[in-house]
Each structure stands twice: as structure tokens, then as C-alpha cells.
């Protein structure tokens, strides 16, 4: 197997982007990218993108077929290939793309993401979501996305003592790193009391306590270590890629208090690094609701299991906290395409490791680590990227 | 939501019939066709199991922000709900007052109408729950 790098990244800004079309956001991203990598189209072997759903969001599948077309790359006939897993299809994207350019069957490998959620009205988008929950057992019932994160927010906070004000400090600090995100969709800065009052989406979560419906597109270029050793100057590696999958409901799980799909992808990611929680600089986690965020960093090994709420309280997990999580803004202020969302995470982790995240940028990061979810668990993609 | 889909689930929407997996005598509910602790040894070794709809709540939430079939509904309590025969339950809690509801309140199935396709369409029917007494 071969050592794989990141060689170039690019992304639009996130946001309610109703000037631009779907194909304008992925030409965007994956031609900022390019020329990022600084690669010839012709020496692109394959591309992969994520995509939850396009066909309901904006009545367009086949959008693989988009990607290699808006790049200029359709009369080369190169593969492109739509991934989806939810929320977690950028991640899932880039996991099946390190895999083929660690397998050798090719080099030059472009990953995007992307989502256009904003062209349909607000019980739609709702309704959309909840296709990434089981729909025939939860969904039927009246169950929507926030819902299901809703009923481990109250599961957590019933088991551990975590409080509302902790699950809005989550919101507070990733407003305030968005705001320094030129790219995030919320660059303004909340406190508490805005989450606490804003709101009631499902009970105990506020609608500050959820990511906005985004459209946006990321994109991020893959090659073999060897080649970029020659081509960059500023390395990054891929020190692990490891995608983990579980039930798609959440009562065939039966774990509420975190995702056993995150906790076993971790695992299997610290060991391919040959690294512990400890040696993270920066993480981007799937904060697709403040619970989120708090499971992630107990499932991640950064925090014991019930701390995360009193490690965020305490501000262990602030730009200049133990272990920055979601410098970018997070989903909650970047925003959350969906399937641009695994995507973007690489980019921050990326620019970090670089020292090119500006006013946001953590000091001496050499380790990073991205985690990303679809649905309520039924998939977890975890990377663990390394200046090399 | 398209009729069929949910048709061919009642069934088991109605009796709440689940599975047993005769070789680790586990309960599962969705039924399933394969056991996940015995996986090939369970072949052949599942049958139907008809559960007494007796729970526990486990978590649940008031969902405020609906899906367009049960915007009129809102708002509703959605729960987790640890059945007495050990598997979990996704389900809507009636005829209850919210402050009521609690993690650890015993409920029971019943059977009511859970969604219908516009003023004159299917009507889908299913399992809630209630306090139990
Ligand atoms: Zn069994």
C-alpha cells in the first residue's frame, strides 16, 4: 500500500447561495483545488463525489457526470463516481478515494463534495433529512433529525448531569471561530442566552443548537506521497483513513450516550496512525447539533465518556484550549451542505497543518484529525492527517 | 410516502410482532431475518415473536418543527422505549400531559392512526404509546 497525500484544496463560501447552481459550486471548488495542486487536467486519473440528495433537493441525480463536466475532464473520459452516505458522503467520498490511490490503481485523484439545500422550502429540507434515519421505523413515526439528536441530547444530560448552558457553549464557541471563517455561512457571535432563547426545535434542542440548511461545494486533490514529495513544498499525509458503519436506526443500536460507529472508527484510526487521542493537535467533528459535538469528543478519546460537557465549560476545547475542536466554525457556523460537509473538514485540518488558517490558526498543529457522521450513527469516516 | 411501502409493514405495525433468535434467545424488534450476535448459526432459527408492548422510557423529545405529513400534529412526543423483552422502540407517547413524561415512566402499546396522505388519502395506522398505569 502507498503512502497517500493532500496535494491541493478548494471550497466556495457556504451559505444560503441562491445566485449560484448546483454545477457552479462543484466547477467552483474542484477548480480551486486544481490549480491549488497545480495538476494538468491530464494527469487526473479519477474523481469521486459526495452527494446526499440532490435528486430531492434539487430534482438532479448522475451528478458525478456534473463534476466531470464542469471540471472540463469529460472529453478525457476520465471515472467519476457519487458517493452517498448522508451527511457523511464527503467523508465516505474521501475514504473510497484513498483508497484507490493507496492501492496504486491511480494517482492523481480528485475528491469533492457538495449539497444544494436551500432551493426547497423548510418542511421539505426537514423531511429530506430525515431520509438519512431509518424512514420505515422512525421517519413513519414522526421522527425528524433534530429528533433523533434531541433524544441522545436528553439521554446524555439524564446520565451524566450534562446542562442546556453546555450544549450552547458548543454553539457559542463555534460562532465565534466561524467568525473568524471568512468562508463560514454565520460569522456573527452568540452567547448563551441567545441558544437558550432562541427557539425550540425538538426538545431539549434550540434552533441555535442545530447547523443551518447550507449549500456549498469542497473539493481536495489526492496524490501518492512520493509524487508530492516532489511536487509541494508544504507536505500533508493521510496517516490514517477509516470508515466505520452500524445500524441505521438508533434502537437497533442501543447505545444513546455516543456513536459505537465513531468509537471503533477512532480506534482502528489511532492504531493505522500508530498514535493516541493525545497526540491530536486540531479536530473537526461532525457538530451537526451541540449534542453532536459533545458525543464526538468523548467517542474521539479526547475526553472521558460524560466529561465532554464539563471539558467544553471549561474551555478545554477553544482555539487556545488542550485540543481545539471545529476552528473552522464547525458545521454549526461554516455551515453543512451535506455532502460537502467530510470534505471541508480535510480543508481545515489541511489549512492548519499548512499554518494557513489565519486568525484561527492553531499553534505547532502537526496532527489533525477529521470525523465525520452520517445520519444518527449509521456511518462514521474518521481521517488523521500529518505534516510530514 | 408512497402506499405500498408501509402497507406490506402491517403486520407488524399492528401486533408489534418482532423476532426471537432461537439459538441466543435475543428479542429483536424490527423483526429481522438474520440474528447480528449468531448471524449464520441463526439461519433458519428465527421465528416471529409477538411482543407484550410493556416499556420503559428511556429518552424522548417534543418534536415543535415537523416533516409536512405531521406539521397539524406538533407538537409531539417522540420516545425511546426499552421494552420489557430488552429491545428499544421508537414511538410517539399519548394521552399524556408533557410534564408528565419522564425517563423511567412505564407505558404500554396502543393502537392508533399515525399519518394519511392529504385530507382524502391512505391512512396509515400503527403502534403508540400511553402511560401505563
Ligand atoms: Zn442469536
Redesign the interface.
Known sequence: MREVAVIGVGMTEFGELWEKSFRELVGEAGIKAIEDAGIEGERIDALYLGGMSAGRFIGQEHIASIAVEVAGLHGLHIPSTRVEAACASGGVAMHQAYIAVASGIYDIVVVGGAEKMTDVVGGEATDILASAADREWEAFLGLTFPGLYALMARYHMHKYGTTQEQLAMVAVKNHYNGSLNPKAQFRNRITVEDVLNSQIVADPLHLLDCSPISDGSAAVVLAPLDFAKKHCEKLVKISASVQANDAISLHRRKVFDGIPAAQHAAKKAYKMAGIEAKDIDVAEVHDCFTIAEIMAIEDLGFFEKGKGGKAVENGLTELEGEIPINTSGGLKAKGHPVGATGVAQIIEIVQQLRGEAGQRQVKEAKIGLTHNIGGSGGTAVVHILEVV | MGVA??WR?IPSRYNLIGSKCNVCNEIFF?PIKICPNCRRKSIGKIEDYKLKGVGTV??????????????R?VP?V???IKMEEG??????IVDCEYDEIH?GMKVDACFRR??QDGSAGAI?Y?YKFRKAD
Open positions: 411501502r408501509y409493514e424490527p428511556e429518552s424522548f423529545t417534543i418534536i415543535r418543527n415537523a416533516p409536512p405529513e405531521f406539521e400534529n409531539y417522540i420516545a425511546l429491545c428499544y422502540i421508537t414511538g410517539e425517563i399515525i399519518q396509515y400503527g
